[in-house]
């Protein structure tokens, strides 16, 4: 009798545990489809700001382009990246809980860095235009990138507005949105992608964007200030005002053509790599332990 008292007790204790482990279970699978949800509208956030911009872009086009002559002159563009990028500004703020006063600062303004991230987001990929520019060429034939900088309305747009609007949407916007939720790895890529997509290059230029958007991704990530990368961007974008597309080297253009591809002169090729590889070192021997060790520490 007693035996059959135990057996009957350790049955119900086996039920309990089952009915335990049944909900733990659905517990589980619920947090897991909940976040699997919450992932899926984080990306959705993201490209949804892409489509943001694009329609705003059409309505704007459609209102002002029978009334003027130019107009890229009206700053139409950037009006609209304005536009988006206040969008993404509400949308983080409602969605992540990331205020942009927790992502701009000018205290303690890291110069080296931004130097740093200045010299590998010129240099890395004028070194990558030249690689897909000789393998690429052989095999087809692009419409060159859109190289005309010369007007005003170009000049402020490239060292005023995108280097303020297209921080506020692709950097702080794509990557507060997903940076919570998927792995520095995605964020970082992922915010580069579509900030490259934006710009609507051929393939080579696409190449160069990407590869600067990466390093200017990793910056950002780890610093948690958008300060570094508006400064870069802007910085980058002079320069690209001020270089001449024929400039040479000791008498020898530093740029040729070849099917709509874009090659560079040896001696163009080694000032790169040299000012690189000098950001590189810069990059080990600073930015790692100051920002992305403590970065790691904390994860």
Known sequence: MNNTAIINNENIIDMRD????????????????????????????AISLIFILFA?????????????ININDLLAHEICMAFTALIGILINLGFSKVK????????????????????????????VDNISGAILSHFMTVTPNETDLNTLSHIISAVICAPIFEELICRFGFMELTR????????IIFAAFLFTLLHGYNIQGFLNVFTGAIMMGIVYYYTNNLILTMAEHALHNT???????????????IYHETNGFVISSPAWIVINAVLLAASAVVFVKYFVPKYMSKKNEAE
């Open 18 to 45: 089952i009915k335990e482990k049944k909900a733990e279970y659905k517990k589980l699978r619920k947090e897991f489809k909940k976040q699997k949800k919450i992932k899926r509208t984080a990306v959705e956030h």
């Open 56 to 68: 705003a872009e059409a309505v704007m086009y459609l209102l002002i382009k029978p009334y003027v």
């Open 100 to 127: 942009l006063t927790e992502r701009v600062s000018v205290k303690n303004l890291d110069f080296l860095s931004i130097a740093m991230l200045t010299v590998a987001a010129y240099s890395g990929p004028e070194l």
């Open 180 to 187: 919570k939720h998927y792995s520095a790895k995605f964020v």
């Open 239 to 253: 320069i690209c005002c001020i270089t001449p597309s024929d400039m040479s080297i000791f008498g020898t253009p």
